[in-house]
């Protein structure tokens, strides 16, 4: 009976699952490792106890297959590599960015354009030199138009209808108040009979044929108490080339008007009228046997506003041709007086756009009769409401189309 202490026989074919077989035929995945002389413990080299089982290796974990990397070109039959070849990138369209770009280049020329006409006006010295009324809120443009024949032609004499008169009056006298309250577009009648200084009571027109500008203003700042702060005088030809570039205006005569000395032959009922149409209507006091001067001043406030209105259509902001021609037309035609600068030109262009309507005030010179002697009372209160700068408070008994009271036409 063997003892407990010792084991199995290593070659005892029983127990060869444990100690493998001998030899380097065995089929097992263990095998016997003979240490090297002196690694023993305590026992020789040749002991067949001395083996020792390499422990089985354990898998590495998981890991995705190794990519090789990508091959590249070869040049030629040499095998050597270049880099792939990179295509340049098409320019991509970018309809924001060059849309901006227009629109800077439109902003400067809607800037540009009236700065370079405003440097072709004329300027004037239309302020007198003697004591004037003091400083007023509000602004008040003296709006002239001058029937000058001197820089006309024959032909454009014998066109318009002018006559071969020399010298100058005004045929046109307005006063257009811009403040607080309503812009106001009020006629002063060129047969308005008035003070002139230093010519006796005369009609106010003579002022200018006396004295020009700084006369008429200085007789319009004594007679009225009102400062005016800017003057703008309109010539013939030009007004007639104004009213061509903006298109044609509108006019509503109330009645058929025939004038041959004014080239006048237009129907009743509103109706476009070209530059020269327009000048004779705005000039024409024959038709109107009754009022005269009266509706020939109602006429020009018309005329007037409505050329405002077609100057500051959107049409004409659009349509580069136009916006030239309006701006270069009105350079041509328009005087102003020393210190009249692009931004109070500006204005005034706008407050007559806005003077007629509801927006606005359009009034004849409050007078007492048809001999155009002015009304001492309703005048009075008038010129304080815009002396106070106070549009607001003129009633309609005093801004009325003729400058009649309404208790006299009924």
Same mark, same amino acid.
């Given at each position: 009976? #063997?003892?407990? @202490?010792?084991?199995? +026989?290593?070659?005892?074919?029983?127990?060869?699952? %444990?100690?493998?077989? *001998? @030899?380097?035929?065995? =089929?097992?995945?263990?095998?016997?490792?003979?240490?090297?002389?002196?690694?023993?413990?305590?026992?020789?080299?040749?002991?067949? =106890?001395?083996?020792?089982?390499?422990?089985?290796?354990?898998?590495?974990?998981?890991?995705?297959?190794?990519?090789?990397?990508?091959?590249?070109?070869?040049?030629?039959?040499?095998?050597?590599?270049?880099?792939?070849?990179?295509?340049?990138?098409?320019?991509?369209?970018?309809?924001?960015?060059?849309?901006? %770009?227009? &629109?800077?280049?439109?902003?400067?020329?809607? !800037?540009? !354009?009236?700065?370079?006409?405003?440097?072709?006006?004329?300027? !004037? +010295?239309?302020?007198?030199?003697?004591?004037?009324? =003091?400083?007023?809120?509000?602004?008040?443009?003296?709006?002239?138009?001058?029937?000058?024949?001197?820089? $006309?032609?024959?032909?454009?004499?014998?066109?318009?209808?002018?006559?071969? #008169?020399?010298?100058?009056?005004?045929?046109?006298?307005?006063? &257009?108040?811009?403040?607080?309250?309503?812009?106001?577009?009020?006629?002063?009648?060129?047969?308005?009979?008035?003070?002139?200084? @230093?010519?006796?009571?005369?009609?106010?027109?003579?002022?200018?044929?006396?004295?020009?500008?700084? $006369?008429?203003?200085?007789?319009?700042?004594?007679?009225?108490?009102?400062? /005016?702060?800017?003057?703008?005088?309109?010539?013939?030809?030009?007004? /007639?080339?104004? /009213?061509?570039?903006?298109?044609?205006?509108?006019?509503?005569?109330?009645?058929?008007?025939?004038?041959?000395?004014?080239?006048?032959?237009?129907?009743?009922?509103?109706?476009?009228?070209?530059?020269?149409?327009?000048?004779?209507? #705005?000039?024409?006091?024959?038709?109107?046997?009754?009022?005269?001067?009266?509706?020939?001043?109602?006429?020009? *406030?018309?005329?007037?506003?409505?050329?405002? *209105?077609?100057?500051?259509?959107?049409?004409?902001?659009?349509?580069?041709?136009?916006?030239?021609?309006?701006?270069? #037309?009105?350079?041509?035609?328009?005087?102003?007086?020393?210190?009249?600068?692009?931004?109070?030109?500006?204005?005034?262009?706008?407050?007559?756009? *806005?003077?007629?309507?509801?927006?606005? %005030?359009?009034?004849?010179?409050?007078?007492?009769? &048809?001999? !155009?002697?002015?009304?001492?009372?309703?005048?009075?209160?008038?010129?304080?409401r815009i002396i106070d700068d106070d549009t607001d408070g003129i009633g309609k008994d005093l801004c009325t189309p003729t400058g009649l009271s309404k208790s006299v036409t009924g």
């Amino acid at each position: 009976m #063997a003892d407990r @202490g010792q084991g199995p +026989e290593p070659g005892t074919p029983e127990y060869d699952w %444990l100690y493998g077989k *001998r @030899g380097p035929a065995a =089929d097992d995945a263990t095998q016997m490792i003979r240490p090297d002389a002196g690694q023993g413990s305590g026992q020789g080299s040749g002991s067949p =106890d001395s083996t020792r089982v390499m422990p089985a290796t354990r898998p590495a974990p998981h890991q995705p297959p190794h990519q090789p990397p990508p091959a590249t070109r070869t040049s030629g039959s040499g095998g050597g590599s270049r880099p792939p070849r990179r295509f340049g990138r098409r320019p991509r369209f970018r309809p924001f960015r060059w849309l901006g %770009l227009l &629109l800077l280049l439109w902003l400067i020329f809607l !800037v540009a !354009v009236p700065i370079f006409a405003f440097s072709q006006i004329s300027t !004037v +010295e239309a302020f007198p030199d003697a004591e004037r009324p =003091d400083e007023q809120d509000g602004t008040t443009y003296l709006v002239v138009g001058s029937d000058s024949r001197e820089d $006309l032609s024959e032909e454009q004499r014998k066109e318009l209808g002018t006559g071969g #008169a020399s010298g100058q009056r005004t045929d046109t006298i307005m006063l &257009l108040h811009v403040g607080s309250g309503p812009n106001l577009l009020m006629s002063i009648p060129r047969d308005s009979i008035v003070d002139i200084p @230093g010519n006796g009571t005369q009609k106010v027109n003579a002022a200018y044929a006396f004295g020009g500008p700084k $006369l008429l203003v200085r007789t319009i700042e004594q007679n009225t108490g009102i400062r /005016v702060d800017h003057y703008v005088e309109i010539g013939f030809g030009g007004f /007639v080339d104004v /009213v061509d570039a903006v298109g044609g205006i509108e006019i509503c005569p109330e009645k058929k008007m025939v004038d041959k000395q004014a080239n006048l032959d237009v129907a009743k009922g509103c109706q476009e009228a070209d530059g020269v149409t327009a000048l004779g209507y #705005a000039r024409s006091r024959k038709t109107d046997a009754q009022y005269g001067d009266i509706t020939r001043a109602r006429h020009q *406030r018309e005329v007037v506003s409505e050329i405002g *209105r077609k100057a500051v259509s959107p049409w004409t902001v659009i349509n580069p041709f136009r916006y030239w021609s309006v701006n270069m #037309a009105g350079a041509r035609t328009v005087d102003v007086s020393e210190g009249t600068g692009p931004i109070a030109l500006g204005r005034f262009a706008w407050a007559m756009t *806005r003077a007629n309507g509801e927006n606005g %005030l359009t009034c004849g010179v409050p007078i007492r009769d &048809l001999a !155009v002697n002015w009304d001492e009372e309703r005048s009075q209160q008038m010129f304080e409401r815009i002396i106070d700068d106070d549009t607001d408070g003129i009633g309609k008994d005093l801004c009325t189309p003729t400058g009649l009271s309404k208790s006299v036409t009924g």
